[in-house]
């Protein structure tokens, strides 16, 4: 079979060559896509982004993959369907990894091999993590065409299992396993990833999310100073260092927050009245809104929070959010904080597509 589809179109050149598809072989590869992937990675230059953020303690003149292709191939691996960097040594010789690379896929030389690749994923400290997450950030600023005049960040972890004794995997109740727990934060109205922060198994405290919304917002900040950000997560992030930052330093939250006796006291009008207009027949499921002020022990001043209470079948249930935003009890529980539906699409399709199953 001698069929060719010639050159291929909106493909770089590979050491100065146009990129053809034929079947009358040589060598083969049922990795070709990749190719495609490449060109998306050389286009927004993630690679090299990350690998400006990372010292390389080699001596130059005895470098033969630099940090840049050493990326490159391990983010293409694990996007073909070959999480384990032992798949490496099968696949340094590959024509399509050679090509996606930059080299020939005849005459130029075999990629890195695991043993380098695990060194690799070894050198990287706290620091260049940060300027690396830092990147990303900057990689989110610059998919814009304009700046924008507000944007909503949603925050969120998801379950990381792993299946070894890996650094910081810790049991956790919730997901009855053992397993990291990362931040993923994306901007919600367009579904853009911001960052992906891997941490231990374990919920946040205060000090972390607040750390982590002061790097991504002051990141974003650098290039859009005068840019509305509004951040929303769930109960586990309404924490009082956090919103302290965010009054402190102009920027929205809504968070879920968690039920006591104190603030289900409060509303207890709000859920016998729902009851009430259950039973009349107003609806199957009759809602009611509370607004009121409230600290509690470990904050130290008084916030708004809104109360929904919701009659149906399974009896009241009772939701409550705390924010610094203006606007009515209906529409910043519904519109606002509810929206954050959008996450669950997030998280599912970037967990399967990066691998992210530990």
């Known amino acids: 079979m001698a069929e060719s589809t010639g050159v291929l179109a909106g493909l770089s050149p590979v050491a100065g060559k146009p990129v053809h598809a034929a079947f009358d072989g040589g060598r083969l590869t049922s990795d070709a896509g990749i190719l495609l992937l490449a060109e998306i990675d050389r286009r927004l230059g993630i690679c090299e982004r990350l690998a400006h953020c990372i010292e390389d303690p080699r001596a130059p003149e005895r470098v033969q993959h630099t940090l840049a292709e050493m990326i490159r191939f391990r983010a293409l691996l694990i996007a073909a369907g070959y999480p384990d960097a032992n798949d490496c040594d099968a696949l340094r010789s590959d024509p399509a990894f050679k ?50 005049r507000r944007i909503v960040l949603d925050i969120d972890d998801t379950e990381d299992r792993v299946h070894g004794a890996q650094q910081l995997s810790l049991f956790h109740a919730h997901y009855d396993g053992r397993c990291f ?5 994306y901007e919600a109205t367009t579904g853009k990833p911001v960052a992906v922060i891997l941490r231990p198994g374990k ?51 809504v968070f879920g927050l968690g039920g006591n006796m ?11 009245d729902a009851a009430m207009g259950r039973i009349a027949g107003e609806a199957d499921k009759v809602r009611r809104f509370g607004d009121l002020r409230y ?6 001043v008084e916030r708004r929070v809104i109360a929904r209470i919701e009659a149906s079948a399974q009896g009241t249930d009772s939701r409550f959010i705390v924010t610094n935003l203006t606007g009515t009890p209906k529409a910043l529980y519904e519109t606002i904080y509810c929206a954050r539906g959008q996450m669950d699409i997030c998280q599912p399709w970037c967990v399967s597509n990066l691998s992210l199953e530990g």
């Open 203 to 253: 919920t946040p405290d205060g000090a972390e999310v607040a750390l982590v919304l002061r790097h991504v917002v002051r990141a974003i900040r650098a290039r859009w100073p005068r840019v509305d950000i509004l951040v929303r997560g769930d109960s586990h992030y309404g924490r009082h260092e956090a919103m302290s930052w965010c009054e402190r330093n102009r920027v929205g939250y």
């Open 262 to 272: 104190v603030l289900l006291g409060r509303v207890t009008g709000l859920a016998e």
């Open 295 to 300: 600290a509690a022990r470990t904050w130290k």
């Open 99 to 148: 090509m996606a690379v930059g080299r020939l896929p005849e005459s130029g030389g075999d990629l890195c091999s695991q043993p380098t690749i695990s060194r690799l994923e070894n050198l990287p400290g706290p620091v260049a993590l940060k300027r690396m997450m830092a990147a990303m950030v900057d990689l989110f600023c610059d998919s814009f065409a304009t700046v924008p």
């Open 181 to 185: 727990l990362p931040m993923h934060i």
